[in-house]
């Protein structure tokens, strides 16, 4: 297959590419790095690169930000940001990805386990996350041609733990996490929230 | 208590209005007629509208547009217009609300059941349905001077469907709906998704 993946520097995204490169042609793309250029925050720069992509058989993002912060702190610019970048970024990956992939393809998008079990501070991310399964729960519904999309629901990274000094003692090695992209790609499955601790 | 009901002259709002104004002083707000004026998708109109509408202890909204339309046909204009209504208008509501809320008090939104049980043409609305249940999770973590947040998921209400011209019979009528909003306002839940179905 040949597969696009989207945010390939990322801690998870870094092992995704290692987990995909063994059996499949990976094409990368990135904000600032990566075989193309794309800002997935603008439904032109989406549509630009697939034009220029060529052919493909899947999409992985393991891409797309979202503020953390107070309820008190974040501001409607920061819910705004969120809104556009990590959520309609990732669904407009689908939206304006199914007219350019190869019958039988496959979208693969990331959420977070802060869609159900939130912490104080995550009020958009949680919001973010649980609105893009939703949105892939429905948009499954009116995939053509087989195509197929999912949603890959991380928990805490052990390396982004370690990174912050936080205790990563409950994190998942990102290697780990990366099994449920492969999952997703190699899969049948559509319209799923995979949650990374029931892949193995 | 006096609660400020947001739309209440919709098909769900006015079961509300009826089921609360027994025992409670209900306000009432809206984009055309009510108390008061309020356009939840304008912050500044949401702030203006607390800042006049003195005291209170609840607040429940049953307003909110989203897009329903195939996902080929749908617009990003469409998604960030559900997104900036149905998602960040009842968001804000909480966010500004909190400011001006009595000790004790409560907010309950409006979901539905499309966030987990998608249908063709319900991208949007699930996408929003959903975020708003992520979004109400986190922030009642939040919540300072023991103030609750509660979203109401309803299914289909039986009077919406015979207003289409569908097939009622699986429908719950609004005055059955409205038990869940009741039951947020005058119960100690936080941070819940009342399915309007377990609430008799």
Redesign the interface.
């Known amino acids: 297959m040949r597969v696009i993946l989207i945010g390939a520097m990322g801690t998870i995204g870094s092992e995704v590419l290692k987990s995909l490169a063994d059996r499949h042609e990976v094409v990368t793309a990135g904000r600032s790095n990566g075989d193309y250029r794309i800002d997935i925050s603008q ?1 032109t720069s989406i549509e630009a690169f697939f034009r220029q992509a060529g052919k493909f058989d899947a999409v992985v993002s393991a891409a797309g930000d979202a503020r953390f912060g ?3 702190k ?1 501001t ?1 610019d920061d ?2 940001f969120s ?1 556009t970048n990590k ?2 970024g990732q ?2 990956l689908v ?1 304006i990805g ?1 007219q350019f992939i190869n019958d039988n393809g496959s979208f693969t998008l990331t959420s977070g386990f ?3 079990v ?18 892939v ?3 499954a ?2 995939m053509k041609r087989g195509i197929r999309v999912n949603v890959v629901s991380p928990i805490w990274v052990k390396e982004t733990l370690e990174a912050m000094g936080w205790d990563s003692s409950t994190g998942m090695p990102a290697a780990q996490v990366a099994r449920s992209y492969v999952a997703s790609v190699e899969g049948t499955m559509s319209g799923a929230v995979l949650d990374v601790r029931e892949i193995k």
């Open positions: 439904p107070e309820l008190d974040l409607q819910y705004l809104l959520l309609m669904a407009n939206r199914q802060l869609a159900q939130p912490m104080p501070g995550s009020s958009a991310i949680s919001m973010v996350n649980a609105g893009l399964e939703g949105f729960r429905a948009a519904l009116e």
